[in-house]
């Protein structure tokens, strides 16, 4: 399940940056083509596509990082509510 949420979230941005070539573990922010509004985006997207909230102690940069790391959050949040 975490590589189809990972593959998910990558296809999302790769839908806005095409252009751009990334790996799973890279620091997207470090590659300096987000900005804090797609940053939101990239939010409500998980939220949305993966019927999860996000609380406001997992608004933390380290979780948003990464691909894995956003996968990572993904399947914590449907842990701690009982999905899988």
Sequence with gaps: MPEKTATEIR????????QV????????????FINSLFAMELVMFIEKTFVITISNSDLQMDNFRTVNAMAALVQSNRVMAGQR
Excluded: C, H, K
């Design 11 to 18: 296809d999302f941005i790769t839908g806005r940056y095409p």
């Design 21 to 32: 070539q990334f790996s799973d573990d890279e620091n997207i922010f470090a590659l300096g």
